[in-house]
């Protein structure tokens, strides 16, 4: 820790700006008004980025914002000092009712990003919230406080989506979920893309590419630029704005298929843990996320449990950071080495940690919110895969840790668990399955269902159904429903019942797509399988 020698003659402002700038100071500690005065006024709106609110919990939430003038330039437009940065939580949409209010620290260490913790509020019941500096007000917000521990609740409605490629159509969707009136979102991941696209497959132009000076990502000011560009869509404000996200990341906040610590490049892991470093540091500057998803270098603690009165307990998982590298170098194939028992997808910790909570909940719904496809899925007959007699398995998802399956599996009978929601994305597809006790055996009983989330606009303009959806069905007896258009799943959960909306866009090539719903599917507490809504 640096010393500051008291015959220095440093005076107590200098040493409170040597021990902010060290990080010496909580995060939220006040600037004096000394320091404060000699901060210049900013010319134009900090508030580029929007707001945003997070992780629920019955007396508060997170709320953050981000100073960015100038949102696409160094530093966001910002010179190096700190910025005070007041704020304001109401009980009412104008903010007449205010019921906490504070200052907060905007630092360039940290983007000039503010978090701030709430706490103290009532359950179950909407806030609003805004930042000010004295020349700007940021936009209001939507909150939602969670039900209190153990409160019957009645209803619970989110959203799932994730992988939102900037180039490759618009946020509608987005759009239609901050219209839904929603407790919360589960963002699966895939927020940015490290690298841009200078055109789809087929050599037509992209809806919006990136600036021509935007690269693949690789240091923090590149991680920063690129979530600033993503954050200034009208579409994702809103969304952001109209209730909480539980945020989640999957690989491309890093780069594509990473595990751990390797990439798919086969860099040094000594190495890429630098690129990581950076990345966790630029989701965490940008994500609606409490203290305890502050990085440490390259690691964060990304995995954490919510629970929703006794409705419905979330486990939000980390399937990248602890991860075995994917098998028989990786892609869509026959791979024996998949099933080797000591393969993982979390690691042992926090398999610890996921059985501990299933053992203790008293909850109706065990949620499972994580990133990539859960259940066992064998692709053959899609035209660009070679013919099989053997399944082929997609070797990034739990395919390619199928003894790591195995054990969540065993974990959640041991736990007498009947109403198992496991909550996914990745795919770019829209899916719905069921989870069997004995996957070998199509009569098996049901003990769960799978909900994977299609993308917001990653692959582009898509379509209703392949033409090998029969034999897709054939060889996934456990398959409900596959779709490759674009757009999110709308939950709506009681305690006797599971609905899952598959919301679908026409088009994401333009920017006015019609939204409309796909598919409704129910489980039914107590009866695990998916019937037709």
């Given at each position: 820790m640096p010393r500051f020698p008291i015959s220095s003659g440093l005076d107590r402002r200098t040493l409170l700006r040597m021990a902010l700038q060290a990080g010496l100071l909580p995060l939220g500690a006040p600037l004096t008004h000394i320091a404060r005065a000699q901060t210049p006024a900013l010319k134009s709106n900090p508030f580029t980025l929007g707001v945003a609110s997070g992780d629920p919990a019955p007396d508060g939430f997170v709320i953050w914002t981000r100073l960015a003038p100038e949102p696409l330039q160094p530093r966001g437009g910002m010179i190096a000092l700190p910025r005070e940065v007041s704020w304001e939580v109401a009980s009412d949409a104008g903010m007449k009712d205010?019921?906490?209010?504070?200052?907060?620290?905007?630092?360039?260490?940290?983007?000039?990003?503010?978090?701030?913790?709430?706490?103290?509020?009532?359950?179950?019941?909407?806030?609003?919230?805004?930042?000010?500096?004295?020349?700007?007000?940021?936009?209001?917000?939507?909150?939602?406080?969670?039900?209190?521990?153990?409160a019957d609740v009645a209803q619970m409605r989110f959203a799932s989506a994730g992988c939102q490629e900037w180039d490759r159509g618009y946020y509608t969707a987005w759009r239609a979920i901050a219209q839904d009136q929603l407790d919360f979102v589960f963002h699966y991941g895939d927020y940015i893309y490290e690298h841009p696209y200078a055109a789809d497959h087929k050599g037509v132009a992209l809806p919006r590419p990136?600036?021509?000076?935007?690269?693949?990502?690789?240091?923090?000011?590149?991680?920063?630029?690129?979530?600033?560009?993503?954050?200034?869509?009208?579409?994702?404000?809103?969304?952001?704005?109209?209730?909480?996200?539980?945020?989640?990341?999957?690989d491309h906040e890093v780069m594509n298929n990473w595990a751990g610590d390797r990439d798919s490049r086969d860099t040094p892991p000594e190495v890429f843990l630098f690129r990581r470093a950076a990345a966790f540091q630029?989701?965490?500057?940008?994500?609606?996320?409490?203290?305890?998803?502050?990085?440490?270098?390259?690691?964060?603690?990304?995995?954490?449990?919510?629970?929703?009165?006794?409705?419905?307990?979330?486990?939000?998982?980390?399937?990248?950071?602890?991860?075995?590298?994917?098998?028989?170098?990786?892609?869509?194939?026959?791979?024996?080495?998949?099933?080797?028992?000591d393969r993982t997808m979390m690691g042992a910790q926090q398999e610890r940690w996921l059985a501990d909570g299933l053992r203790g909940s008293r909850a109706t719904w065990q949620v499972l919110a994580q990133q990539v496809m859960f259940a066992p899925f064998d692709w053959r007959s899609f035209p660009w895969l070679p013919s099989s007699d053997a399944p082929l398995r997609s070797l990034d998802k739990w395919d390619g840790a199928s003894a790591a399956r195995d054990r969540?599996?065993?974990?959640?009978?041991?736990?007498?668990?009947?109403?198992?929601?496991?909550?996914?994305?990745?795919?770019?597809?829209?899916?719905?399955?069921?989870?069997?006790?004995?996957?070998?055996n199509p009569a098996s009983p049901c003990v769960g269902v799978e909900f994977l989330a299609t993308s917001i606009s990653s692959d582009g303009d898509g379509f209703a159904r392949y033409d090998n959806?029969?034999?897709?069905?054939?060889?996934?007896?456990?398959?409900?429903?596959?779709?490759?258009?674009?757009?999110?799943?709308?939950?709506?959960?009681?305690?006797?019942?599971?609905?899952?909306?598959?919301?679908?866009?026409?088009?994401?090539?333009?920017?006015d797509g019609t939204v409309s719903t796909a598919r409704s599917f129910v489980t039914l507490a107590g009866k695990p399988g998916l019937v037709d809504a």
């Amino acid at each position: 820790m640096p010393r500051f020698p008291i015959s220095s003659g440093l005076d107590r402002r200098t040493l409170l700006r040597m021990a902010l700038q060290a990080g010496l100071l909580p995060l939220g500690a006040p600037l004096t008004h000394i320091a404060r005065a000699q901060t210049p006024a900013l010319k134009s709106n900090p508030f580029t980025l929007g707001v945003a609110s997070g992780d629920p919990a019955p007396d508060g939430f997170v709320i953050w914002t981000r100073l960015a003038p100038e949102p696409l330039q160094p530093r966001g437009g910002m010179i190096a000092l700190p910025r005070e940065v007041s704020w304001e939580v109401a009980s009412d949409a104008g903010m007449k009712d205010i019921v906490q209010s504070g200052l907060a620290i905007a630092r360039m260490e940290l983007g000039h990003s503010v978090h701030v913790e709430v706490a103290g509020l009532a359950p179950g019941r909407d806030y609003y919230y805004r930042f000010r500096l004295p020349e700007a007000e940021s936009p209001v917000g939507r909150a939602r406080t969670f039900p209190a521990a153990g409160a019957d609740v009645a209803q619970m409605r989110f959203a799932s989506a994730g992988c939102q490629e900037w180039d490759r159509g618009y946020y509608t969707a987005w759009r239609a979920i901050a219209q839904d009136q929603l407790d919360f979102v589960f963002h699966y991941g895939d927020y940015i893309y490290e690298h841009p696209y200078a055109a789809d497959h087929k050599g037509v132009a992209l809806p919006r590419p990136m600036p021509k000076n935007f690269a693949t990502c690789y240091t923090l000011p590149e991680y920063r630029q690129r979530y600033a560009l993503y954050k200034t869509d009208p579409d994702l404000q809103a969304a952001h704005a109209s209730c909480p996200f539980l945020p989640s990341f999957d690989d491309h906040e890093v780069m594509n298929n990473w595990a751990g610590d390797r990439d798919s490049r086969d860099t040094p892991p000594e190495v890429f843990l630098f690129r990581r470093a950076a990345a966790f540091q630029a989701w965490y500057e940008h994500m609606p996320v409490r203290r305890a998803q502050l990085p440490r270098g390259p690691d964060v603690l990304a995995y954490r449990r919510l629970a929703f009165g006794r409705l419905a307990e979330i486990a939000v998982l980390d399937t990248r950071q602890y991860r075995s590298k994917q098998p028989c170098g990786d892609g869509i194939k026959d791979c024996a080495e998949a099933s080797e028992p000591d393969r993982t997808m979390m690691g042992a910790q926090q398999e610890r940690w996921l059985a501990d909570g299933l053992r203790g909940s008293r909850a109706t719904w065990q949620v499972l919110a994580q990133q990539v496809m859960f259940a066992p899925f064998d692709w053959r007959s899609f035209p660009w895969l070679p013919s099989s007699d053997a399944p082929l398995r997609s070797l990034d998802k739990w395919d390619g840790a199928s003894a790591a399956r195995d054990r969540v599996m065993q974990m959640l009978r041991e736990a007498g668990i009947t109403n198992t929601v496991v909550l996914t994305g990745d795919l770019h597809k829209g899916v719905a399955l069921e989870l069997k006790q004995d996957w070998r055996n199509p009569a098996s009983p049901c003990v769960g269902v799978e909900f994977l989330a299609t993308s917001i606009s990653s692959d582009g303009d898509g379509f209703a159904r392949y033409d090998n959806e029969p034999t897709l069905m054939a060889n996934n007896p456990h398959l409900k429903f596959f779709s490759n258009q674009r757009g999110y799943i709308r939950h709506v959960v009681t305690p006797n019942r599971w609905q899952a909306d598959y919301r679908v866009v026409d088009r994401i090539s333009v920017a006015d797509g019609t939204v409309s719903t796909a598919r409704s599917f129910v489980t039914l507490a107590g009866k695990p399988g998916l019937v037709d809504a």
